[in-house]
């Protein structure tokens, strides 16, 4: 009985002690490597450009706000000059440069926690998922994260995938276990920069898929908590996303009143164009 006990106990520090060999090197590690893995696709793909040119697109739209005003004012009251500079205002372009280019920042730095994983980083998660023991290994997750970012940079990859162990478990049940449970099979990934939607038609990719949920059901009591797990996102709950969502709901409402403003605005200009030449050409007729 000794024996077994003692076998099991080195059986044990082996598993740990391969496990200590192992360096686990995710974004979530340093500060360092946390703004690489959100802000270096932004500069490196050159979002930021992008984000320029709808940023001020934007702020020079929302000078036809004041123009409807402007106009209306002119109409009733034309001993004030317009100016060039209340037509194009600096202070409120930019406001509105601001606003726009905070809308468009957030918003990528939103869509960065969804994984846009290519097809060959997809199997090696699945092949890492089908063997790791999930249960007996505290860091299974961290380890398997680690493993597929290094796949894929070594692939060519210049950014990780995955930012930390929770990224990957809950990317792993969104998009594998999820689409599986409900019997869409909809498990989707990118190809060459395409999207790749017929993973599950693969049938080695089936039989991988199938082996990665196998073992990762065998890491909970019972099925249900696979969809209480999913629900949980660290990467969708938390403080971030709350002000995500004010901000987003901030400035759809403010869009709403500036798109009101200048409609009713424009209406009454042209109403009063109307009710001005149907007045003259009575005026005239009489």
């Known amino acids: 009985m000794s024996m077994i006990s003692d076998d099991s106990e080195t059986d044990l520090e082996k598993c740990v002690q391969t496990y200590e060999e192992e360096e686990i090197e995710l974004p979530e590690n340093s500060s360092g490597a946390k703004l690489t893995y959100f802000l270096a696709p932004y500069f490196f793909e050159k979002t930021w450009i992008d984000d320029i040119i709808l940023a001020l697109l934007g702020a020079y739209a929302s000078s036809c706000a004041p123009l409807a005003y402007f106009c209306l004012r002119d109409f009733y009251d034309n001993k004030i000059e317009t100016k060039l500079s209340d037509l194009f205002s600096p202070l409120w372009m930019i406001i509105h440069y601001f606003l726009c280019f905070t809308f468009s920042f957030l ?98 990719n089936k039989v991988l898929a199938e082996r990665a949920l196998a073992n990762y059901n065998k890491s909970f009591e019972n099925f249900g908590e696979l969809s209480h797990t999913a629900e949980k996102d660290e990467c969708r709950d938390g403080i971030f996303e709350k002000y995500h969502n004010i901000f987003n709901i901030s400035m759809v409402y403010f869009m709403i009143i500036e798109t009101v403003s200048f409609v009713v605005m424009i209406m009454a200009f042209i109403i009063s164009m109307i009710s001005c030449a149907i007045f003259n050409l009575f005026a005239t007729a009489q």
């Open 107 to 204: 918003n990528f730095i939103y869509d960065r926690k969804k994984v846009d994983i290519e097809t060959k980083a997809l199997r090696k998660l699945l092949k890492e998922v089908a063997q790791v023991d999930l249960t007996g290994d505290p860091v299974a997750w961290r380890r398997i994260a680690s493993r597929v970012n290094h796949f894929s940079e070594e692939g060519g990859h210049h950014y990780s995938v995955f930012y930390s162990g929770e990224h990957c478990m809950h990317f792993f049940v969104r998009e594998i276990v999820k689409p599986i449970e409900c019997q869409t099979y909809d498990i989707r990934c990118y190809y060459e920069g395409k999207m790749y939607g017929n993973f599950w038609k693969d049938p080695p």
